[in-house]
């Protein structure tokens, strides 16, 4: 298997159903009470694709993805149109010595907060900021780079030299995802009435 550095189709994807998905595991005792466990420490995404199809023109392209990742094998980039934006925040402080970072985004409600690692920055949306100075992209010493495929941003060594600065970035990222199926079952007759095929595509732990 690989990952192909592609995204699903956007007027396919903007149209999907589906959300963040947990895993819990419940025991309950003859009196109601309960014992809960979770079994992931972060939900994934899940979505049906097939709502997202809108015309001939759409199933031609979502055959043509579905062809070149040989279905369940490789995967592959989509938009979660729902959340799909990381708004400047703290990712980290400098250390004088760890020149790389991982971007990652804080949902927090005030009480509690979680952690989602971003591995799929989308090119030309990140940015970085040093000691609540902006950064620009390149190789410099006083520069940033990312990598697009690990969502790990690296400081030049000016930057990364520094002692207890606060490092920042925002972006927009995709999801790693593949197809949940090997088959693609798509009746021509039932879309033209209105019934939309079940295409689901699952995000990728990485």
Known sequence: MAFHDKRFPDLIAVGA??????????AESAGGNEQRNGNWSSPRLRFNV??????????????????????????FRFKDWSDYTMERQTIGATDGSDATWQIFKTYSDGTYSANRTITKPVSGTVRCWVDNV???????????????????????STLAALSAKTIEAACEFDVPA??????????????????APDVPVIEIRE
């Open 178 to 195: 593949r197809f949940d199926t090997d088959n693609l079952p798509i009746n021509l007759d039932a879309f033209e009435i209105g019934q």
């Open 134 to 156: 902006e950064r620009a992209l390149g190789a410099g010493a006083t520069q940033f780079q990312v990598n697009l495929l690990t969502g790990v941003i690296t400081l030049g």
């Open 50 to 75: 097939g709502t997202g199809l809108k015309d001939g023109a759409g199933i031609a392209e979502l055959i043509a993805f579905f062809r070149l990742r040989l279905g369940r094998l490789h995967g």
């Open 17 to 26: 159903q589906g959300g963040p998905e947990a895993s819990t595991s419940i």
